[in-house]
């Protein structure tokens, strides 16, 4: 008589939000597999999720006995299974962000060619990021996904949300369901790959800030502070700064410098409302000029940084290395003390942001790649896969490399690349990036907005999603006449980018002029000095050669007399 032999099938899922790989129990040879993963969403991002697995026998007497399903995500409700049609009770298992499902297979298919067919439904609200009209939608990469015989993942979204404007999987088929005013997505193969669709095309952000400045000096003394800039993702609106600067300087890493002179001893606390303007990806104009390469405090190079930038090579590759081999450090994410590029690398357990960040700028610019880091805000509604350093206020790091194909800057974040085991963050960034201060020349300076303290203050940042559409704010300027010249003005809100301003019927043309910031008219004060006093001269000169004529005139017309 024949006897059937039983296989224990292990199937393990995890993700940033969900990631299949199969058991090494058995060779990949014995089963065939399909997936197919239906996601559904609703107007608040949250989802509804089937997956479909099934197994094929590729030999007579091997067929799965148990299922086990892992979800790197704790926000899973409602879990129905099934097997055969049949439902089951899976036993459930929860840790820190993880949720493990044991599913017997009681009655499965025997015999070659037969299969077993599960089901997995549940609902979640962590495969999505809502920013104001905007969607990030991550859905899960699969470990073995290449091997599967068939992988499909159908997205489908209400009619109403935003345009697509971004995936990092090409769709093989767009379709419009009339009856339940909806659109979906389907995608065929790529099971190995994350999934990241971008729904819209910016998010905007009202941002109240406060420093507090100290002279603790007996002389006068000048100081600035670090506003949030343009870069090519952000477009700043400066609603109010309070007392207004002496003026707003931009430095070669397009930081937005505000100069204030301050008495002896003087305390002052500086307010300062904007709204940001994000994008996913760089369409502003970028006021920074610099192409920093050099080594600084957190960003110094030793042999060991040296042999591996010249194995990585590129920002990709650097990137992917970040990902792979750097532990974020959940439980030192409050007091941490920054490492710098070299400690990070010889100590890549515990890292947070400050360390992936430092240790890209410095592997890349080792490759001669310019390289940057960025200070800011990020907007997590999940900490766990997205989480920022808290000191004081909420601040995050991440990077910036120039591009020299495409003459841009691109930002990338290796931490959430990383946290969220694969998600994308380097081909593309979301709409939650925000950027306080750009460090190129140095690795410490300007000081980001959150770290102006001198006394124990209320919160230094208060940020919010905004949901009035923004003016369109035209150029408005004053010329202020000094003793040293004269000067443009910028009075409006926002930068005067690339434009022809018209001063007393002359046109001068600014490429870049911040609010509070200063353009200088020398060469037009002085063909106006030259213009004015050039008529005098020219007056004088026709009297010098005029008058002896007429003086000549007279004497020779006295002797005709």
Same mark, same amino acid.
């Given at each position: 008589?024949? +006897?059937?032999?039983?296989? &224990?099938?292990?199937?393990?899922?995890?993700?940033?939000?969900?990631?299949?790989?199969?058991?090494?129990?058995?060779?990949?040879?014995?089963?065939?597999?399909?997936?197919?993963?239906?996601? =559904?969403?609703?107007?608040?991002?949250?989802?509804?999720?089937?997956?479909?697995?099934? &197994?094929?026998?590729?030999?007579?007497?091997? *067929?799965?006995?148990?299922? #086990?399903?892992?979800?790197?995500?704790?926000?899973?409700?409602?879990?129905?299974?099934?097997?055969?049609?049949?439902?089951?009770?899976?036993?459930?298992?929860?840790?820190?962000?993880?949720?493990?499902?044991?599913?017997?297979?009681?009655?499965?298919?025997?015999?070659?060619? =037969?299969?077993?067919?599960?089901?997995?439904?549940?609902?979640?609200?962590?495969?999505?990021?809502?920013?104001? %009209?905007?969607?990030?939608?991550?859905?899960?990469?699969?470990?073995?996904?290449?091997?599967?015989?068939?992988?499909?993942?159908?997205?489908?979204?209400?009619?109403?949300?935003?345009?697509?404007?971004?995936?990092?999987?090409?769709?093989?088929?767009?379709?419009?369901?009339?009856?339940?005013? =909806?659109?979906? *997505?389907?995608?065929?193969?790529?099971?190995?790959? +994350? $999934?990241?669709?971008?729904?819209?095309?910016?998010?905007?952000?009202?941002?109240?800030?406060?420093?507090?400045?100290?002279? +603790?000096?007996?002389?006068?003394?000048?100081? !600035?502070?670090?506003?949030?800039?343009?870069?090519?993702?952000?477009?700043? @609106?400066?609603? !109010?700064?309070?007392?207004?600067?002496? !003026?707003?300087?931009?430095?070669?890493?397009?930081?937005?410098?505000?100069?204030?002179? $301050?008495?002896?001893?003087?305390?002052?606390?500086?307010?300062? #409302?904007?709204?940001?303007?994000?994008?996913?990806?760089? $369409?502003?104009?970028?006021?920074?000029?610099?192409?920093?390469?050099?080594?600084?405090?957190?960003? =110094?190079? #030793?042999?060991?940084?040296?042999?591996?930038?010249?194995?990585?090579?590129?920002?990709?590759?650097? *990137? %992917?290395?970040?990902?792979?081999?750097?532990?974020?450090?959940?439980?030192?994410?409050?007091?941490?003390?920054? $490492?710098?590029? !070299?400690?990070?690398?010889?100590?890549?357990?515990?890292?947070?942001?400050?360390?992936?960040?430092?240790?890209?700028?410095?592997?890349?610019?080792?490759?001669?790649?310019?390289?940057?880091?960025?200070?800011?805000?990020?907007?997590?509604?999940?900490?766990?896969?997205?989480?920022?350093?808290?000191?004081?206020?909420?601040?995050?790091?991440?990077?910036?490399?120039?591009?020299?194909?495409?003459?841009?800057?691109?930002?990338?974040?290796?931490?959430?690349?990383?946290?969220?085991?694969?998600?994308?963050?380097?081909?593309?960034?979301?709409?939650?990036?925000?950027?306080?201060?750009?460090?190129?020349?140095?690795?410490?300076?300007?000081?980001?907005?959150?770290?102006?303290?001198?006394?124990?203050?209320?919160?230094?940042?208060?940020?919010?999603?905004?949901?009035?559409?923004?003016?369109?704010?035209?150029?408005?300027?004053?010329?202020?006449?000094?003793?040293?010249?004269?000067?443009?003005?910028?009075?409006?809100?926002?930068?005067?980018?690339?434009?022809?301003?018209?001063?007393?019927?002359?046109?001068?043309?600014?490429?870049?002029?911040?609010?509070?910031?200063?353009?200088?008219?020398?060469?037009?004060?002085?063909?106006?000095?030259?213009?004015?006093?050039?008529?005098?001269?020219?007056?004088?000169?026709?009297?010098?050669?005029?008058?002896?004529?007429?003086? @000549?005139?007279?004497?020779?017309?006295?002797?005709?007399?």
């Amino acid at each position: 008589m024949f +006897t059937h032999k039983k296989l &224990l099938t292990h199937i393990l899922i995890v993700i940033p939000l969900l990631i299949f790989s199969a058991s090494k129990v058995f060779a990949v040879t014995e089963f065939d597999t399909n997936f197919e993963n239906i996601y =559904q969403f609703d107007q608040s991002g949250n989802v509804n999720v089937i997956h479909k697995i099934e &197994l094929i026998n590729n030999l007579s007497h091997i *067929y799965p006995t148990v299922y #086990n399903l892992a979800l790197n995500s704790s926000e899973i409700e409602n879990i129905e299974v099934s097997v055969q049609s049949a439902t089951v009770k899976a036993d459930v298992e929860k840790t820190l962000g993880l949720t493990t499902l044991h599913i017997p297979i009681a009655n499965p298919a025997i015999g070659k060619a =037969q299969k077993t067919l599960l089901e997995v439904k549940y609902k979640s609200t962590s495969f999505a990021e809502k920013i104001g %009209d905007t969607y990030t939608l991550t859905l899960p990469k699969t470990q073995k996904g290449n091997e599967a015989t068939s992988f499909v993942r159908q997205v489908i979204i209400p009619d109403d949300f935003p345009e697509l404007s971004y995936s990092s999987i090409t769709p093989q088929a767009t379709e419009k369901i009339e009856s339940n005013s =909806q659109r979906s *997505y389907r995608f065929i193969g790529h099971g190995s790959d +994350t $999934l990241t669709l971008h729904f819209g095309k910016s998010a905007t952000y009202d941002v109240s800030l406060k420093y507090q400045l100290k002279n +603790t000096t007996s002389i006068a003394a000048t100081t !600035e502070i670090a506003l949030p800039p343009d870069t090519p993702y952000q477009k700043v @609106y400066l609603h !109010e700064l309070e007392p207004k600067p002496l !003026e707003i300087v931009v430095d070669p890493d397009g930081n937005w410098l505000a100069r204030y002179q $301050l008495a002896p001893l003087e305390k002052r606390t500086v307010t300062a #409302n904007l709204s940001l303007t994000v994008t996913n990806s760089p $369409l502003y104009f970028d006021p920074s000029i610099s192409s920093p390469l050099g080594e600084s405090k957190y960003w =110094q190079r #030793n042999q060991a940084i040296n042999r591996l930038a010249e194995q990585l090579k590129t920002p990709k590759n650097i *990137y %992917d290395y970040l990902t792979s081999n750097l532990s974020y450090d959940y439980t030192n994410i409050n007091e941490h003390k920054r $490492l710098g590029a !070299e400690k990070a690398l010889e100590s890549p357990n515990s890292a947070i942001c400050t360390e992936f960040s430092d240790l890209f700028v410095t592997l890349a610019r080792s490759s001669s790649i310019p390289a940057r880091s960025l200070i800011g805000y990020a907007y997590s509604q999940n900490q766990n896969q997205r989480p920022q350093a808290t000191a004081k206020d909420i601040l995050h790091a991440f990077a910036e490399y120039y591009d020299s194909s495409q003459k841009k800057w691109i930002a990338i974040d290796p931490t959430w690349g990383h946290t969220t085991h694969g998600s994308e963050y380097f081909d593309r960034l979301d709409f939650a990036h925000l950027v306080f201060v750009r460090w190129g020349l140095e690795s410490d300076y300007p000081l980001p907005a959150g770290s102006y303290i001198t006394d124990s203050i209320a919160k230094q940042l208060n940020i919010t999603i905004r949901k009035e559409n923004l003016e369109n704010a035209s150029p408005e300027f004053t010329v202020e006449k000094t003793t040293n010249g004269d000067y443009i003005i910028n009075t409006g809100h926002t930068a005067i980018i690339n434009t022809d301003l018209t001063v007393e019927n002359t046109k001068t043309y600014v490429k870049y002029l911040p609010p509070f910031g200063k353009h200088r008219l020398n060469n037009q004060s002085i063909i106006k000095s030259w213009q004015k006093y050039s008529n005098l001269y020219l007056l004088g000169l026709i009297f010098i050669i005029v008058w002896p004529v007429i003086a @000549y005139l007279k004497k020779h017309k006295t002797h005709v007399k």
